[in-house]
């Protein structure tokens, strides 16, 4: 059987789900193929123990979505809704506790009961981190340009990113190479005294990375999660292209999959569930089509793939139908992780020693589990010799605090997100180091609040084996590739390639390996249906 679309999406995650919805509603004929019984990617809400308790199985954030793709698909029709996310709680083995809140007067006397100089050092932080983010948020949005080419649109575009740095005096210029190449941990201490701040500041630079505080490249990881509110170039009108801040979504990330799903067939696209495709068919240089599992063939005029690029390019597709260079870059493309995700049912809320009761800023809020940064460094190094963190660090969020439809009352859903385990542990599921960092992490929770091991009702472990096999994230890695230096901006995924178009004539890539990529942004749909549309 062979069908025609004008356009074929490959994956039905966000970005697969943007691109359908975004081109739909442009008139193109759009079918997505999803090769799971359900949509969502990483951006899921399932079931694993019965209907009572939805739980986010993986991302379990939405992050700097452009205002453009919210309005332009109409989400909140659809039942998109956002909870902002609440200050980050971090409790501590000695009894105290760091409560990191929006209100400057607030934080600053939090950080003061550790630290009077890092009281008054944060508003200089924040100022300063404002400043950068205003210069390279925006750039977060913007098409890569091809450095290196001398065709004169190529220069054009570089030059176009250069002038962006124009205001930047010697100082500007040099904090910018420093935010690019240094470690968060070289960076913090630079600025801060105390063991707190400089553990829960230093997450936001190692979450979803294979790499310690320590590491050269982290301090750009930690400026790319605070970029919030900062993008522009994307949108069609005034405001159009800012992008929002962090949250969570109500119904879970299937929440903002599903509203996705629903604003995309709204708009005419067709999805399809349990269609997994094996090959990219090219003729001429020119992709035409794909091939499914069970044998079926659809053609196209265009292909978006959004699965990571060493299935689009080194699965879907003959490397001989590459350029050798580019399929090189391909097989070079670091996609390592030692993140392992931790849900959990519980029966009741913890209550933590260092702050007894119920708070909504405290359970509502994001609980950080790094007092140090050498607590990170001991746990990364420890994968990285090959076991297993001693003490796993955790960024834990009760979404069902504020989400009522997540658990039956007075019961609630738990989400760990933790880190590390040997990267290598994506080639099995090390069933039983799992349990055992698992055990390690609810007893280092459990000192923290005593009786929260008895509280837990249901757990689930997905380590880097299940988030490869399941959800197509190779090395287990939830960015489709590390956000390091060497991999990022024009470098992603491949120099040549960071603007969304692939060696294959009308075949484009929309992965969160893609510029813009790195969360639930959708920019990396929205880069590549513009270019497609250009292309037309």
């Not at 859903?413 to 994506?426: D, E, I, L, R």
Request: hydrophobic share 40%; net charge neutral; charged share 20%.
């Amino acid at each position: 059987m062979s069908e025609r679309w004008d356009v074929i999406v490959i994956g039905g995650g966000h970005n697969g789900l943007v691109a359908a919805g975004l081109l739909a509603r442009r008139g193109r004929r759009v079918c997505v193929l999803e090769r799971r019984h359900k949509v969502g990617g990483a951006a899921v809400t399932e079931t694993p123990w019965g209907p009572d308790f939805k739980m986010t199985a993986l991302s379990y954030v939405v992050s700097l979505l452009p205002r453009m793709i919210l309005d332009e698909l109409e989400l909140a029709r659809f039942g998109y809704k956002v909870y902002p996310q609440f200050p980050y709680f971090a409790p501590r083995r000695d009894g105290r506790y760091l409560m990191m809140c929006d209100d400057p007067a607030r934080r600053a006397a939090e950080i003061a009961k550790f630290s009077a100089r890092d009281a008054d050092e944060i508003a200089r932080w924040d100022d300063w981190l404002g400043r950068l983010g205003a210069l390279l948020g925006p750039m977060l949005t913007q098409v890569p340009p091809r450095l290196g080419s001398k065709r004169p649109g190529d220069l054009l575009a570089a030059l176009r990113v250069a002038w962006r740095f124009r205001k930047l005096d010697q100082g500007g210029v040099g904090d910018v190479t420093r935010l690019m190449t240094m470690s968060v941990a070289d960076l913090l201490e630079e600025r801060f005294e105390s063991d707190a701040v400089r553990g829960v500041l230093a997450v936001s630079g190692v979450i979803g990375t294979w790499a310690g505080p320590r590491s050269p490249g982290t301090a750009y990881v930690m400026a790319h999660h605070k970029m919030g509110d900062i993008g522009d170039g994307v949108g069609d009108g005034p405001g159009g292209g800012a992008t929002g801040a962090w949250g969570f979504p109500a119904g879970g990330m299937g929440g903002v999959t599903g509203a996705l799903r629903s604003a995309a067939e709204a708009l005419g696209a067709s999805i399809r569930t349990e269609a997994e495709v094996v090959k990219i068919k090219v003729s001429a240089g020119r992709a035409t089509g794909v091939v499914l599992a069970g044998g079926d063939e659809l053609d196209a005029d265009a292909i978006i793939a959004t699965t990571h690029p060493k299935i689009t390019f080194l699965r879907h597709l003959e490397r001989s139908e590459l350029p050798g260079d580019f399929v090189a870059a391909i097989e070079r493309w670091k996609s390592r992780s030692g993140t392992v995700k931790l849900n959990l049912a519980l029966d009741r809320l913890p209550d933590f020693t260092c702050k007894p009761g119920y708070d909504p800023e405290v359970h509502g809020g994001t609980i950080v589990l790094a007092e140090s940064l050498d607590d990170l460094e001991h746990a990364f190094q420890d994968a990285v010799g090959g076991a297993p963190a001693r003490l796993p660090f955790a960024d834990i969020c009760i979404p069902s605090v504020f989400d009522p439809t997540l658990a039956p009352p007075g019961k609630h859903v738990m989400s760990m997100f933790t880190q590390w385990v040997p990267h290598g542990f994506a080639a099995a599921p090390h069933t039983a180091e799992l349990e055992a960092y698992a055990d390690r992490l609810i007893a280092r929770l459990e000192q923290l609040a005593p009786g929260f091991t008895s509280s837990i009702l249901h757990r689930q472990i997905i380590g880097p084996h299940e988030m490869e096999t399941t959800y197509s994230l190779l090395g287990g890695n939830i960015f489709h590739g590390e956000l390091s230096a060497s991999q990022l901006f024009h470098m992603r995924p491949a120099p040549g390639y960071a603007d969304f178009t692939t060696p294959i004539r009308g075949l484009y890539q929309a992965s969160s390996a893609t510029h813009g990529g790195g969360g639930v942004t959708g920019i990396p749909a929205l880069q590549a249906v513009r270019r497609l549309l250009k292309d037309s």
